[in-house]
């Protein structure tokens, strides 16, 4: 018998990681301390006709999210042959009775959604198949408004913009924010560390149970500049102790790769429109942002595209030299390389990005083999605050050429970036003694709707949501009007 218990569940998580055609994978648990793990739980997926399909969580299936910190625990679980294009929803369920009895009692504790990859582009007529496109999310003064505005057109917004996936590019998490972070304690470190995921998942909560959710992290999933900890800034300087950096860097990378479960470069594809998600963050060293194999399986799929082709990556890649801290031109062997592989077929490539704190929509040529890059920059969902906030930014629209003359691959010509304020995420004032002490852009997120055109290409419509301001009707305010463009 499953009960609805009058009991607070909003401490237990459940986040739709992955879906393909005909799978799922599901993550489950909690990331607070103060929980029990059930001794008895389950995953249960219903299909549309109510069918429903119980996967059993026993107490050796709970695992650590933290590899040293022991009271929060998750598990994941994964389901197969299921049908594409095919709207299916999961419970997360505990057996609430710790004393077997002939009845056995289960709470539900979390309730999730989510579509499988369609099996073909939709033409017109059908809903497009959408993706959400959000980056660097500040707990404080956000209060559950970037989830609610997704939740709210995820379930009720116009089919066009109703997200089938995800994607999440960077600083989900802000783990080096704020003076506590100067402990010298590994196991306040850690706690530090598992306690910001907790705060962040709690309030992201609405967004990672409705569609699949791919993460890739940024700097901040770390600290500033990650890896590299020459930078000056004060709450940061405790990092140059190689003991408090070894054991935040494993607390940091256990949230990454346990939780988050960033791909290294993952690939999927519809029809001809390839997606590739690549982490240009967690493996960098002074010469490379990603490993020579991982860099090689990125390339190949730029190579090898049929069609257009999508890469999502924690940084932009239109970008000039900057003196402060890396960017993928600190790179300039592979930066280079990375540019003569997209513009290898020919096709177009859409680059979604996040990390420099201004939305943004900016479109350019991609080498001499004919094709363009449309680059969709989404960030902030939320904005950092009072001392914090000089970190806010507004759209660079006057971007120079690109590439850039230093890294111009044999045989390009860098050519103009066109952007403007008509594809640029509005900006609120600042006011020096407030929460925001800088002009900021305005918090939100974006939704990229593919569809096959009459031409036999791909149609791409892109729309940014204001997730602090509502309509009449209670949905997400449209920031600026639908950029729109073909792609081949």
């Given at each position: 018998?499953?009960?609805?218990?009058?009991?607070?569940?909003?401490?237990?998580?459940?986040?739709?990681?992955r879906?393909?055609?005909?799978?799922?994978?599901?993550?489950?648990?909690?990331?607070?301390?103060?929980?029990?793990?059930?001794?008895?739980a389950?995953?249960e997926?219903?299909?549309?006709?109510?069918?429903?399909?119980?996967?059993d969580?026993?107490?050796?299936?709970?695992?650590?999210p933290?590899?040293?910190?022991?009271?929060?625990?998750y598990?994941?679980?994964?389901?197969?042959?299921?049908?594409?294009?095919?709207?299916?929803?999961?419970?997360f369920i505990?057996?609430?009775?710790?004393?077997?009895?002939?009845?056995?009692?289960?709470?539900?504790l979390?309730?999730?959604?989510?579509?499988?990859?369609?099996?073909?582009?939709?033409?017109?007529?059908?809903?497009?198949?959408?993706?959400?496109?959000g980056?660097?999310?500040?707990?404080?003064?956000?209060?559950?408004?970037?989830?609610?505005?997704?939740?709210?057109?995820?379930?009720?917004?116009?089919?066009?913009?109703r997200?089938?996936?995800?994607?999440?590019?960077?600083?989900?998490?802000?783990?080096?924010?704020?003076?506590?972070?100067?402990s010298?304690?590994?196991?306040?470190?850690?706690?530090?560390?598992?306690?910001?995921?907790?705060?962040?998942?709690?309030?992201?909560?609405?967004?990672?149970?409705?569609?699949?959710?791919?993460?890739?992290?940024?700097?901040?999933?770390?600290?500033?500049?990650?890896?590299f900890?020459?930078?000056?800034?004060?709450?940061?300087?405790?990092?140059?102790?190689?003991?408090?950096?070894?054991?935040?860097?494993?607390?940091?990378?256990?949230?990454?790769?346990?939780?988050?479960?960033?791909?290294r470069?993952?690939?999927?594809?519809?029809?001809?429109?390839?997606?590739c998600?690549?982490?240009?963050?967690?493996?960098r060293?002074?010469?490379?942002?990603?490993?020579d194999?991982?860099?090689?399986?990125?390339?190949?799929?730029?190579?090898?595209?049929?069609?257009?082709?999508?890469?999502?990556?924690?940084?932009?890649?239109?970008?000039?030299?900057?003196?402060?801290?890396?960017?993928?031109l600190?790179?300039?062997?592979?930066?280079?390389?990375?540019?003569?592989?997209?513009?290898?077929?020919?096709?177009?490539?859409?680059v979604?990005?996040?990390?420099?704190?201004?939305?943004r929509?900016?479109?350019?040529?991609?080498?001499?083999?004919?094709?363009?890059?449309?680059?969709?920059?989404?960030?902030?969902?939320?904005?950092?605050?009072?001392?914090?906030?000089?970190?806010?930014?507004?759209?660079?629209?006057?971007?120079?050429?690109?590439?850039?003359?230093s890294?111009?691959?044999?045989?390009w010509?860098s050519?103009?970036?066109?952007?403007?304020?008509?594809s640029?995420?509005?900006?609120?004032?600042?006011?020096?003694?407030?929460?925001?002490?800088?002009?900021?852009?305005?918090?939100h997120f974006?939704?990229?709707?593919?569809?096959?055109?009459?031409?036999?290409?791909?149609?791409?419509?892109?729309?940014?949501?204001?997730?602090?301001?509502?309509?009449?009707?209670?949905?997400?305010?449209?920031?600026?009007?639908?950029?729109d463009?073909s792609l081949t």
């Amino acid at each position: 018998m499953t009960l609805s218990l009058n009991t607070s569940k909003g401490m237990w998580s459940l986040a739709v990681l992955r879906v393909s055609q005909t799978t799922a994978k599901v993550w489950v648990g909690t990331l607070f301390h103060t929980l029990r793990k059930p001794e008895q739980a389950c995953v249960e997926l219903i299909h549309p006709d109510g069918t429903r399909i119980r996967k059993d969580i026993v107490s050796k299936d709970w695992q650590r999210p933290f590899r040293y910190v022991y009271q929060r625990f998750y598990t994941t679980v994964e389901f197969e042959d299921l049908e594409p294009g095919t709207h299916y929803e999961v419970e997360f369920i505990r057996r609430t009775d710790s004393i077997y009895r002939d009845i056995e009692e289960w709470q539900v504790l979390r309730h999730g959604q989510f579509d499988t990859l369609p099996a073909s582009l939709p033409v017109a007529g059908e809903r497009p198949f959408t993706v959400a496109l959000g980056s660097c999310f500040y707990a404080h003064r956000d209060g559950g408004q970037a989830a609610g505005s997704y939740r709210a057109l995820y379930e009720r917004g116009p089919q066009y913009a109703r997200p089938h996936v995800t994607f999440l590019t960077g600083d989900q998490v802000y783990l080096d924010i704020g003076f506590d972070s100067l402990s010298f304690v590994r196991s306040e470190i850690r706690e530090r560390v598992a306690d910001d995921y907790a705060q962040h998942w709690q309030l992201l909560g609405s967004i990672l149970s409705r569609g699949a959710t791919w993460m890739l992290p940024d700097d901040h999933e770390y600290w500033n500049d990650y890896p590299f900890y020459d930078s000056l800034i004060p709450t940061l300087l405790a990092l140059k102790i190689d003991d408090v950096r070894q054991t935040w860097t494993k607390a940091s990378e256990d949230g990454v790769r346990r939780i988050q479960q960033s791909p290294r470069v993952e690939t999927f594809s519809i029809d001809e429109l390839s997606f590739c998600m690549a982490d240009l963050r967690s493996y960098r060293d002074d010469e490379r942002f990603l490993p020579d194999a991982d860099f090689k399986k990125l390339t190949n799929w730029a190579r090898g595209l049929k069609g257009p082709g999508v890469l999502v990556i924690p940084q932009p890649l239109i970008v000039a030299p900057n003196p402060l801290e890396r960017n993928l031109l600190s790179y300039r062997g592979q930066y280079s390389r990375l540019l003569e592989a997209l513009g290898h077929s020919g096709h177009d490539i859409v680059v979604m990005s996040g990390d420099v704190h201004f939305g943004r929509i900016a479109t350019t040529s991609l080498g001499p083999n004919g094709g363009k890059l449309v680059e969709v920059i989404a960030s902030p969902l939320s904005n950092l605050t009072f001392l914090d906030g000089v970190a806010t930014s507004t759209p660079e629209l006057q971007p120079g050429p690109f590439p850039h003359a230093s890294v111009r691959p044999s045989g390009w010509s860098s050519a103009p970036v066109q952007c403007s304020d008509a594809s640029a995420v509005s900006v609120r004032n600042g006011w020096l003694l407030s929460a925001y002490p800088r002009d900021r852009t305005t918090e939100h997120f974006m939704t990229a709707a593919f569809q096959r055109n009459t031409a036999g290409g791909v149609s791409l419509k892109v729309d940014a949501w204001r997730v602090r301001d509502r309509d009449d009707a209670n949905l997400p305010k449209r920031d600026f009007a639908t950029f729109d463009v073909s792609l081949t």
